[in-house]
């Protein structure tokens, strides 16, 4: 079926609004499921300390929630802008898997995310720069303690930061549309689940083959307590390499996940 002229500016708000209604009903199910199952079903199996909203600024997760709805329709413009990209042939986005060899599909998704990786460590230190901090980074940073909202809370301008990588990097890495979808569903699961503030993986997790790659909740907490450390989005390569992996996560790993039920 052939789609309408995203070039029509009808039809581009008809994309975006629709794109809107993708991104912000996913964070509403993801970060909403777990909200639900961690801060208000289980009995703190998963961590020491007991999950009191008292325990947040007032008003923190309504904050949040609000930013996320702005990063949302900053998402669905770009979202559109790739759609269109996409229509008049700019972009490397298929939809035959046969285009390109089959194993180029699990493929493309490392390389996808490992760029993606690369991307958001350089971005994030840099918006750590005290003069970039509090004009771009500190609105997401007011969530001290962060919760599954904390996810998409971001000030315009880094939403806007954060929006550009994905139609820049399909300008030149070939991508199976579903593939596409398979690696926004990864992001928007690892920022909840990174932002949970009670860990999710099981002991000795954060040292076995895969583990210790992993981003998970106990590693991203110390970067909004500590603010200088752990600056990665899904994979610990970078900071392990850069030395900037906070010298208190194992024992807070093990602190959060060594105590019984």
Known sequence: MELPDLSSPLWFLIAATVVFAVVIGRYFLIAGLFYLVFYKWHKTKWQPRKINERDYKQGQFRKEVGWSMLTAGIFAVSGAVLG???????????????????????????????????????????????????????????SNITSP??????????????????????????????????????????????????????????????????IGATHHSLHHKQFKYNYGLYFTFWDKWKKTESPLFEKLFEEKTGRKP
Request: charged share 10%; glycine share 4%; no cysteine.
């Open 149 to 214: 909202w904390t996810a998409f809370s971001f000030h315009p301008l880094e939403g806007l930061l954060q929006a550009l990588f994905l139609p820049l990097l399909l300008l030149l890495l070939p991508m199976h549309l579903y593939v596409l979808v398979i690696h926004l569903t990864i992001m928007t699961f690892s920022s909840v689940i990174n932002h949970l503030d009670i860990e999710v993986y099981p002991k000795g997790f954060h040292r076995n083959a895969l583990g210790k790659w992993l």
């Open 84 to 142: 269109l990209l996409w229509q008049k042939g700019y972009t490397k986005i298929y939809t035959n898997p046969h285009d390109y060899p089959i194993w180029w599909l699990p493929v493309s998704l490392v390389i996808a995310l490992f760029v993606h990786e690369t991307y958001y460590y350089w971005l994030h230190r840099w918006m750590h720069w005290p003069r970039i901090f509090r004009f771009v980074h500190k609105v997401h940073h007011d």
